[in-house]
């Protein structure tokens, strides 16, 4: 998902949810209704995973810390258990390298793992993919990164013990990338909510990502200048205008996120004004003056957030930073 700020700060923030569908629902007051396609689902293109393991990641430093519900607890505190079993999971973690770490040649991993009766077995993954397994301490792993891509890199450390109780924990990790590990704040709001422009409707195309990134740098515009109301022609940007350009057929069925935030970040886009959105083809390339007009609203580059990291998005978003998410949905949705 994605956290946008103005050219002169940093800019935004993209989370690893993917959203392959956002058609339609309510409707654009400056168009006339038209019949909704079926049959075939529009909208964002696969995010490429291998370009998106390279986007600058913020995380905060509750990432990987696993915590037992409200509700778990409470339901221990009414239901006792019933048997002398071992209920009690291990305590795991990775001292080093810590997360946030920028790594290079040969790393020396540590996990330290203890358990009430005794751990069984630590493994290790990097990535998802294991690479290590033991049966007893120490939990010592020697990681050569020298032939690895840059990118960021999520170490995770599973111990078991004998009664089949697991934890994990995970530190992430980069190789010329960069990480910004924040703390969360003292204290945050039950709930928050960020003005954002009015709903329309998409209509026929697949211009959700074009939606999404132009809203989210309509917010920054808005948020910037301190205004009281979204308006056309100062503040609302042009999904038009992106998405022309960024389609990835002719057929105006879709676009890629991470290419729809590249060229923001290369060529601005311009406002809604300038060139509005319609339904009724994707072929329009902008004039020169709305190209002009574009380069005041670029930013400056953008991040990712991971979409576990609930702590991190529930800052950002309290911090007025507009996130957008990229997710799968089914027919029921559209059937809805």
Do not use: H
């Not at 079993?85 to 795991?92: H, K, N």
């Not at 309509?218 to 910037?224: D, I, V």
């Not at 609302?236 to 935030?261: V, W």
């Not at 950002?316 to 990229?326: D, E, G, N, T, Y």
Request: charged residues 10%; contains cysteine; aromatic residues 8%.
């Amino acid at each position: 998902m994605i956290q946008l700020k103005s050219k002169l700060n940093v800019a935004l923030v993209a989370m690893t949810i993917l959203w392959t569908s956002c058609q339609k629902e309510t409707s654009n007051p400056t168009q006339i209704e038209q019949p909704e396609q079926t049959g075939k689902a529009m909208g964002a293109d696969a995010v490429d995973l291998v370009a998106l393991n390279n986007v600058p990641l913020i995380i905060s430093t509750e990432f990987g810390q696993e915590k037992e519900s409200d509700a778990t607890i409470a339901g221990r505190r009414v239901k006792p258990p019933t048997s002398t079993a071992d209920l009690t999971a291990p305590v795991v973690s990775i001292p080093s390298p810590t997360s946030g770490a920028t790594v290079s040649g040969t790393v020396a991993i540590q996990v330290s793992a203890s358990d009430n009766v005794g751990v069984t077995s630590v493994v290790l993954t990097i990535n998802g993919a294991q690479v290590a397994a033991f049966a007893a301490a120490p939990f010592s792993y020697s990681w050569n990164t020298t032939n690895l891509a840059n990118a960021n890199y999520t170490i995770t450390a599973t111990a078991k013990d004998a009664a089949g109780n697991t934890k994990s924990a995970s530190n992430v990790v980069s190789k010329n990338t960069v990480i910004v590990v924040t703390p969360p704040p003292t204290t945050l709001p039950t709930s928050f909510t960020l003005a954002m422009p009015p709903v329309v409707n998409q209509g026929s195309e697949g211009a959700c990502i074009a939606f999404a990134v132009a809203y989210a740098r309509s917010y920054e515009a808005f948020k910037a200048t301190n205004a009281t109301a979204y308006s056309t022609s100062a503040n609302i940007l042009s999904p038009e205008y992106l998405f022309n350009q960024t389609k990835s057929s002719t057929t105006c069925s879709g676009s890629a996120l991470l290419t729809s935030l590249n060229f923001v970040r290369d060529n601005g886009i311009c406002t809604w004004a300038s060139m509005p959105y319609t339904w009724t083809g994707c072929s329009l390339m902008p004039t020169s003056s709305q190209t002009t007009e574009a380069g005041k609203y670029r930013i400056s580059s953008y991040s990712q957030i991971y979409a576990s990291d609930i702590t991190a998005i529930k800052t950002m978003i309290a911090a007025k930073r507009p996130l957008v998410s990229q997710y799968s949905v089914d027919n029921q949705f559209y059937n809805a």
